[in-house]
């Protein structure tokens, strides 16, 4: 499976501040993920980073709150903007891959609390 | 009805004890499914794909029953290092993932 990068892996933000996530894929990947897991719920698609095109936003998420980019194979990152205390979650980066193409696997996460 | 649904538990069981779960989803269309463990302020990790036939691996045995549309765990000789929360996912394209079910393994 591929190693998957993610920085930075905590951080302590001020309301109304936005904050960048970075995705570090070692090796080529068609299909990038990113998700939302808030304390004591299950994980939720954010969105699917497309290369070179705007990412795909699923229900309940734009992009104007979580810009994402995907330059190229290997890399996203995910910004959540003008964060409120409701956006204290864990992101995690994930990429799909696996024998049959069709497993997904997560990077270590980015634990956000905003105060 | 949610899209996929696990008993939340815990489920706490002293070591050796065998313990299943089920993972209930509502779409029939829905294509792969998996189990995964997370580890408490951890990442989900892989633990294994489920088929058809039912599949197992060392003290783990998926099971898929596509007409009654549930998926099982079941894990023989529980050990400590098993406590964690045991995520269903079901692949329908998009990747829809349980609550997650908490096993505590007890000494």
Known sequence: ????????????????????????????????FWYRQQPGQSLTLIATANQGSEATYESGFVIDKFPISRPNLTFSTLTVSNMSPEDSSIYLCSVSGGPSGNTIYFGEGSWLTVV | RKEVEQDPGPFNVPEGATV?????????????????????????????????????????????????????????DSKLSDSATYLCVVNLPKYIFGTGTRLKVLA
């Open chain 1, 1 to 32: 499976s591929a190693v998957i990068s993610q920085k930075p892996s905590r951080d302590i933000c001020q309301r109304g501040t936005s904050l960048t996530i970075q995705c570090q894929v070692d090796s080529q990947v068609t299909m990038m």
């Open chain 2, 20 to 76: 299943a779960f089920n993972c209930t989803y509502s779409n029939s269309a829905s294509q792969s499914f998996f189990w995964y463990r997370q580890d408490c302020r951890k990442e989900p990790k892989l633990l294994m794909s489920v088929y058809s036939s039912g599949n197992e691996d060392g003290r783990f045995t998926a099971q898929l029953n596509r007409a009654s549309q549930y998926i099982s765990l079941l894990i023989r």
